[in-house]
């Protein structure tokens, strides 16, 4: 089992930044790709970012150029810094690892964009 907690979400107004972290704990020898998930209210969870072990990103086409996803493997974190914030960028951000025993889940974290 891996355990995940999140920390770093808030309000803040657009054009701001925030930087979302997740630690994870417990069996993470097993941990391959570490992410970042966002629900907004009325919509379907969506891939934001993911890191593999060996640094290779992906984004959605939403944030690329204002996020950047970070991992410190020796820390066991995933780092997650959103800049020029949108007010659609609001919604509840999950951390999420691919383990070799399957997919584990951040409690979430909520991002607000709003003046």
């Known amino acids: 089992q891996v355990q995940l907690v999140e920390s770093g979400g808030g309000l803040v107004q657009p054009g701001g930044s925030l930087r979302l972290s997740c630690a994870a704990s417990g069996s993470i020898f097993g941990i391959n790709v570490m992410g970042w998930y966002r629900q907004a209210p009325g919509k379907q969870r969506e891939l934001v970012a993911s890191i593999t072990s060996g640094g290779s990103t992906n984004y959605a086409d939403s944030v690329k150029g204002r996020f950047t996803i970070s991992r410190d493997n020796a820390k066991n974190t995933v780092t997650l810094q959103m800049n020029s914030l949108k007010p659609e960028d609001t919604a509840i951000y999950y951390c999420?690892?691919?383990?070799?025993?399957?997919?584990?889940w951040g409690q979430g974290t909520q991002v607000s964009v709003s003046s």
């Open positions: 999420h690892v691919s383990t070799v025993w399957g997919p584990f």
